[in-house]
């Protein structure tokens, strides 16, 4: 064979070589953001032509940038006017305007994600199951922040707040976000991923179980002892590892796995695959301006392949016919880690595929969390105190409360299952419009979203209805009380002297005195009386000495009466006008001793707010700044509007409207006077304050507007305390919820619910206790009449009885006495008698003699009850001392 024959062939074979190679052209679609994408599509290129002999790929990458969204477009028109295959997009989301050139021009697009997108879209649906509402995802790079974003926004039903790495200044905000998260979720390799949660769990955010969530992009395990509290995991199956890299499938993963770059060689090499099954070149070229549908027939034909391959499931891509992308077919695989059970499998599902749980398995229901509102007050929410009087602190250095209301949020969360913290409010108290109209307090809080319910003593208001959402009231005996310090009796014995004034007392003694002496004068002076005329009289009759005159006036004061009563007509008239003096004297002190001792037992100094306006001896406050404070604040400004109301109709009034002319102003402008002595009392920090100035102020000139319940509480409590007058301004108390928020509808049933258990009742009687009282020494207002103010009564009469001892000692001694000396008169006398008118007694019997004579002359006089003696039977008998005398 000559030389020009060998060349020819040689050129023949070379030419058919030529014409046998399939030539493709692919735009890539990248983010600007991702400048080093373009050197992986490159190496992945090449790795596709090194494995397919017969294939020519021309690859031109744009950097999309979405500001400038334009200059992007032109630099696509540029590269599909030369030609194209098929556009490959990259990016993170749908580009608008290649997808329109794509429907125009018929020029086949492929998308596909080649970071975590697909693992976090995974567990998005694992979140939806949990029926998350927020999640805070912590990723590598700010590049995977707009990868996930862009994946989650219009897909995901979850809220979600995306950072790169973990700070402290991150931790900070992550701490004080509102609302807070329902699940955190750590993006990334093993190395980030065991990085970021111990400065979680340095920074405590670590703090409830099932919380915290771990998703590996790498195939690598992570070390559990880490892991502080129940964790789920998510992660692709190890197998897919040695599958992007061509290995066997129980291959051991390279440490230094590539991830995106396998994944990208393996989408361009199957996307070429299909296009060799075509059997032809399919580079277009497109004229932007001028499309003419020239791919369609190629585009569907590519399309249908990917269907029909994806039908085999067997495949390491699937085709997405709802998002027109080829997307890895991964193996996910949730795990559940808890400490005293170690590493569980709970999932495990194709990307394909929808979430669900491996047979037999139950997942712990997850409770949801939510932040309380609440603020200190009496006895809604109570400080708790230990035993040693110091405050109980939660683990985070929180007071623990406990009151009422802390019960009631117990009770509705474990109705509804869900956990919660108590928050008290940094400024203000329960909320009140500031100048510049937010709020603070409570009712700024749940506006803010640092609290999702309050709980609290909050009463319903149409200024807070229009800033949040009010539940059904949970208690509705709430209003405005007055409570005043009960007025300290003053205890005497002789209490009952009292009832009469000093003047009254001494009147009854001078009359008692009198009649007793007139009644003595009469029976000595009237010819008719039994003294003077006893004739009349033969049977034995009383006799009125001044004594027994004086007694007789003095019974007559008794239910006995004094006795028998004179028998002379003027005495009589005499005695009957005592006698109906003594009968009303006696009626009166009666009727006055038992109203005076009822009605010291039932005195209050005011009974209503009307009569405490009007008094000025006692002084009252509020709290200031409360709603009871502001309740008079516009009562005064209603006052104040209608006087001004009614002057301008009353002074402009026309003939016609001369009913409005009236003299006096028909409306009392009795808050203005109670407000002016509030302000000058000064209303006090609050309600503790406000009860201790009450209870110093013993003489009852001090009282305390404030909320009833709080009120009948503390009364409960305080023997010293009572209420003054009936419940006025009735509001009720209501849990609240931000505006909008679906827990309205939650907490109104559980409200209902509870009190259709009595629930609420049984917790009014334990915090509203009236049995309490009992214990006060003078709780019961229909207690009998004390010992104290009797007193006096049993003191006088055992003061008689001891009189009566020392009358009776005295009579004794006297009676003695007087025979005593009686006897010795009788001797003197009989000595004398018998003794001779001049004989000279001896010495000794003379100077005897003398000294019983001298003894009878100094002798006082006795005294002789009654007229005449009776000698004693027998005479007297002596004998004689004397010698016998002869003359």
Same mark, same amino acid.
């Given at each position: ?528 009386? #039994?003294? =003077?005329?006893? %004739?009349?009289? &033969?049977?034995?009759?009383?006799? !009125? ?7 007789? /006036? ?122 002016? #002595?509030? =302000?000058?009392? %000064?209303?006090? &920090?609050?309600?503790?304050?406000? !009860? ?7 003489? /009852? ?187």
């Amino acid at each position: 064979m000559n030389v020009p024959v060998l060349f020819l062939l040689i050129f023949i074979l070379n030419f058919v070589s030529v014409i046998s190679e399939v030539s493709l052209r692919f735009v890539f679609i990248t983010e600007v953001h991702e400048p080093e994408l373009a050197q992986e599509i490159s190496r992945a290129v090449k790795m596709t032509e090194d494995n397919e002999q017969d294939l020519l790929i021309s690859d031109e990458v744009i950097q999309l940038d979405r500001e400038n969204a334009d200059e992007s477009y032109n630099k696509l028109c540029a590269f599909v006017s030369k030609g194209v295959s098929a556009i490959i997009d990259l990016s993170w989301s749908p580009w608008e305007m290649a997808e329109q050139l794509s429907e125009t021009a018929g020029v086949p697009i492929i998308h596909s994600l080649l970071g975590a997108q697909q693992l976090v879209s995974a567990f998005d649906s694992y979140l939806d199951s949990r029926n998350a509402t927020d999640a805070a995802y912590l990723v590598e790079s700010e590049s995977d922040v707009d990868r996930i974003l862009y994946e989650l926004l219009g897909r995901s039903h979850v809220r979600v707040w995306v950072h790169a790495g973990l700070t402290r200044e991150s931790a900070k905000a992550l701490r004080n976000m509102r609302p807070e998260p329902n699940f955190y979720v750590i993006v990334g390799d093993e190395e980030f991923v065991m990085t970021t949660y111990k400065r979680a769990v340095k920074e405590k955010l670590v703090k409830r179980k099932y919380r915290w969530n771990i998703l590996l992009t790498d195939y690598k395990t992570v070390d559990p002892s880490m892991l502080v509290l129940p964790t789920f995991i998510l992660q692709s199956d190890f197998g897919e590892c040695c599958k992007l890299a061509g290995l066997k499938e129980d291959c051991i993963c390279p440490s230094n796995m590539q991830r995106q770059q396998f994944l990208l060689k393996n989408i361009i090499q199957y996307t070429s695959e299909v296009f060799l099954k075509l059997g032809s070149n399919h580079a277009v070229n497109i004229d932007c301006e001028n499309p003419q549908n020239e791919m369609n027939v190629t585009r569907d034909k590519l399309y249908q392949i990917f269907e029909e391959d994806n039908a085999k499931n067997d495949s390491l891509l699937f085709w997405d016919e709802q998002r027109s992308g080829l997307f890895l077919r991964s193996n996910f695989i949730l795990s559940m880690y808890k400490p005293e059970s170690g590493m569980e499998r709970v999932a495990s599902w194709l990307a394909n595929e929808k979430y669900e749980l491996l047979p037999g398995v139950e997942l712990e229901p997850l409770r949801n969390f939510f932040r309380v509102g609440t603020s200190p007050a009496i006895p809604w929410t109570l400080v708790k105190y230990s035993e040693t009087g110091e405050p109980m602190l939660t683990e985070d250095g929180q007071p623990v409360y406990e009151g009422y209301c802390i019960e009631l949020i117990n009770k509705i969360a474990e109705e509804l299952g869900f956990d919660y913290e108590i928050v008290t409010p940094k400024i203000g108290t329960f909320g009140r419009r500031l100048p510049n109209g937010s709020w603070d307090g409570i009712i700024g809080d749940l506006m803010t979203g640092e609290t999702d319910i309050a709980v609290a003593a909050l009463t319903m208001t149409a200024e807070r209805e229009e800033v949040v959402d009010f539940v059904a009231p949970y208690f509705e005996q709430t209003g405005i009380l007055i409570v005043i310090r009960k007025p300290i009796r003053k205890t005497s014995l002789f209490k009952f002297m009292t009832v009469l004034r000093t003047e009254v007392w001494l009147s009854i003694v001078a009359a008692l005195l009198l009649t007793g002496f007139m009644i003595w004068l009469l029976e000595k002076y009237s010819p008719y009386s #039994a003294r =003077n005329n006893p %004739g009349a009289y &033969p049977y034995p009759t009383r006799e !009125f000495t001044l004594k027994e005159s004086f007694w007789f /006036a003095l019974t007559s004061f008794t239910p006995q009466g004094g006795g028998e009563a004179p028998k002379a007509l003027s005495g009589r008239t005499l005695v009957a006008a005592y006698w109906l003096f003594v009968v009303l004297m006696l009626a009166t002190f009666t009727a006055n001793l038992a109203a005076f001792l009822t009605v010291e037992r039932m005195q209050t100094p005011v009974s209503s707010l009307e009569q405490l306006a009007r008094q000025s001896r006692i002084n009252y406050t509020v709290v200031e700044g409360s709603t009871v404070h502001q309740y008079f604040i516009n009562m005064k400004f209603a006052e104040d509007t209608l006087y001004r109301v009614w002057k301008e109709i009353t002074l402009n009034a026309t003939s016609d409207q001369s009913q409005y002319r009236v003299w006096d102003y028909p409306i009392r402008e009795q808050y203005g006077h109670i407000l002016l #002595a509030i =302000n000058a009392s %000064g209303p006090v &920090p609050d309600a503790k304050a406000g !009860f201790q100035q009450v209870d110093e102020h013993t003489e /009852a000139d001090f009282a305390f507007i404030h909320d009833s319940a709080e009120i009948r509480y503390e009364i409960t409590r305080n023997c010293n305390l009572t209420e003054v007058g009936e419940v006025f301004a009735e509001q009720p108390y209501a849990l609240a919820v931000a505006s909008g928020s679906r827990l309205q509808e939650e907490l109104s049933r559980a409200l209902l619910d509870l009190q259709k258990e009595r629930f609420l009742e049984q917790l009014s009687a334990k915090y509203w206790n009236e049995s309490a009282r009992q214990a006060c020494p003078d709780s019961d207002e229909s207690e009998g009449i004390t010992l104290e103010s009797l007193g006096g009564v049993f003191i006088a009469t055992l003061f008689g009885l001891g009189l009566a001892m020392l009358t009776l000692a005295w009579e004794v001694f006297y009676y003695k006495r007087k025979e005593k000396n009686k006897a010795k008169e009788t001797t003197v006398k009989t000595i004398e008698a018998f003794q001779p008118k001049k004989t000279k007694l001896p010495k000794k019997m003379a100077e005897r003699v003398a000294k019983l004579r001298n003894r009878k002359k100094s002798a006082v006089k006795p005294v002789t009850i009654g007229d005449t003696f009776k000698p004693a039977d027998g005479g007297v008998s002596f004998i004689n001392v004397y010698p016998k005398y002869n003359p």
